[in-house]
């Protein structure tokens, strides 16, 4: 990362609409234990909805307001690392699933209704990186964005940024601010209506071969240093250290006890809750 519009004001202040990100949850194959590292992380509290009689979706609650969700892995899912799903809300998901071939992407998922709350789809843009679209029925997303132990940013790190450039302005008729980073290479600020919607930046050179293109979640915490403390305290990891965005805050990479892999950003400044 590097200098960019700060991700803590993107969604200040706004309504949930079409062309950014309103919500992630996470598929997990101890939902128990992910309940328990997340809530200790965050203080989050659970509402669990089942799905079946085996299996449930845990809203996760911050005084009271939805901020994200988790669930147990899918059968073909079972072995896999669990992985947090970033959700870009869109007007249309059938017709804008429909365009996803035309413009390099794969479609994993076909348009399907989510009870009576909304209607998704799951795709991969032209780089292989995997992310939901959601249309809103009546759940728009979470109730609170960018405060504390919420969503504040959604990043693909690309294995071909610039086809990903072409998908997703292309698909969502986003623009682009790009800048450059201190390690090299530069950042790329998808930009809906001239304000952030998401980020991007290539695959750096020493991942190794076989990682894919990913979507990936930060969520916001008060402190950063605390944070990463407790993530260590209560099993997890820490893979890449505190480390200045810029302008914008301070961010780390870290991954839950079970491999999940997300990243806790400190902003400089905060917006005004709503």
């Known amino acids: 990362m590097s200098t960019k519009v700060a991700p803590s004001k993107l969604f200040a202040n706004a309504e949930h609409h079409a062309g950014c990100f309103w919500w992630a949850d996470l ?16 203080g989050w509290a ?49 017709t804008t699933t429909a365009r996803v071939p035309q413009l390099g992407g794969t479609i994993v998922s076909e348009p399907f209704d989510v009870m009576d709350v909304g209607r998704m789809s799951v795709i991969q843009d032209a780089s292989g990186a995997t992310v939901a679209l959601w249309q809103t029925i009546t759940h728009p997303g979470a109730a609170a964005i960018s405060q504390p132990g919420t969503l504040t940013w959604s990043e693909v790190i690309a294995r071909d940024s610039a086809a990903a450039e072409r998908f997703w302005t292309g698909l969502m008729g986003w623009t682009t601010d ?3 980073m201190p390690q090299g290479g530069e950042y790329t600020t998808f930009l809906h209506d001239g304000h952030p919607a998401a980020g991007m930046m290539a ?36 893979h890449i250290p505190p480390t200045p965005a810029g302008d914008i805050g301070t961010f780390s990479m870290v991954e839950d006890p079970q491999g999940g892999m997300f990243y806790l950003m400190q902003p400089h400044e905060w917006p005004e809750p709503e």
């Open 203 to 238: 695959m750096p050179a020493d991942m190794p071969a076989e990682t894919p293109s990913a979507w990936m979640v930060y969520f916001a915490v008060a402190d950063l240093d605390a944070s990463i403390t407790k993530v260590r305290d209560l099993g997890g990891t820490v």
């Open 27 to 42: 598929a997990t194959p101890d939902v128990d234990a992910a309940k328990r590292f997340y809530g200790e992380l965050f």
């Open 46 to 94: 659970y509402d669990d909805q089942p799905i079946d009689e085996t299996s449930y979706y845990a809203m996760a609650k911050l005084d009271g307001l939805d901020v994200a969700a988790m669930s147990g892995q899918r059968q073909e899912m079972r072995g896999m690392p669990p992985i947090w799903t970033t959700y870009l809300t869109v007007d249309d998901v059938d």
């Open 178 to 180: 790009k800048m450059p």
